[in-house]
């Protein structure tokens, strides 16, 4: 690793920083609320229980890990911030594949 790959990972990193640091508000979406709690857990199973804690429910049931993982699946989501639907899915993928993502 030289010099430029290190400053990359450096903006990449305050990047994501920048977007943790988002605040969550009353006036979310259930889809930003998700996708910035997946963010900063990176567990479905976690955001599920965060959103049911919350009083969220899908119909007249109670999230699940599943229901979690189809909304940050789904291409037709839309969120306030793109970057960090971006970041999501990408953390998500690697997740699914075994791997922990180092941005």
Not at 40 to 61: I, P
Request: one cysteine or more; a positive charge; hydrophobic letters at 40%.
């Amino acid at each position: 690793m030289d010099i430029e790959d290190i400053n990359t990972k450096i903006k990449e990193l305050n990047k994501y920083k920048k977007l943790l640091e988002i605040e969550m508000y009353v006036d979310d979406t259930k889809e930003d609320i998700i996708f910035k709690a997946y963010l900063r857990v990176e567990s479905v199973t976690r955001v599920a229980k965060f959103m049911n804690e919350l009083g969220y429910r899908l119909g007249n049931r109670k999230y699940i890990a599943n229901d979690i993982s189809d909304i940050i699946t789904n291409k037709d989501t839309v969120i306030e911030f793109k970057e960090i639907k971006l970041i999501v899915c990408k953390i998500f993928k690697s997740h699914k594949r075994g791997k922990r993502v180092f941005l």
